[in-house]
């Protein structure tokens, strides 16, 4: 019975990021417009791949393979703000309010 509390940490973290995953996706369908849709699903979707990754990491062999989720989970916060970044950009050029000079 030694591991009854880990193991109920590890559940509680990996069912709270499979909640954020579930907010961000229903920001996604509810939301009126794509920035703010873009915002739901960066922040609940990072928050919830990172409650995931901490869940997934006591059941770890080695600190190789737990590296290895934490640069998932680095790389995929990256990912997700440059193409925020990029869609909100392009977005804002299409409505007219920048001519790609600017930072």
Same mark, same amino acid.
């Given at each position: 019975?030694?591991?009854? =509390?880990?193991?109920?940490?590890?559940?509680?973290?990996?069912?709270?990021?499979?909640?954020?995953?579930?907010?961000?996706?229903?920001?996604?369908?509810?939301? =009126?417009?794509?920035?703010?849709?873009?915002?739901?699903?960066?922040?609940?979707?990072?928050?919830?791949?990172?409650?995931?990754?901490?869940?997934?990491?006591?059941?770890?062999?080695? =600190?190789?393979?737990?590296?290895?989720?934490?640069?998932?989970?680095?790389?995929?916060?990256?990912?997700?703000?440059?193409?925020?970044?990029?869609?909100?950009?392009?977005?804002?050029?299409?409505?007219?309010?920048?001519?790609?000079?600017? =930072?």
């Amino acid at each position: 019975m030694p591991d009854s =509390p880990l193991l109920m940490l590890q559940a509680l973290l990996l069912i709270m990021g499979c909640l954020f995953f579930a907010v961000g996706t229903l920001g996604l369908f509810r939301l =009126p417009d794509t920035l703010t849709r873009i915002h739901a699903l960066t922040k609940a979707d990072n928050l919830g791949l990172g409650l995931i990754a901490m869940g997934l990491l006591p059941a770890v062999a080695g =600190p190789a393979t737990a590296a290895k989720i934490l640069l998932v989970w680095l790389v995929a916060l990256a990912a997700s703000a440059t193409a925020a970044h990029l869609v909100g950009r392009a977005l804002r050029a299409m409505e007219g309010g920048d001519d790609g000079s600017g =930072p």
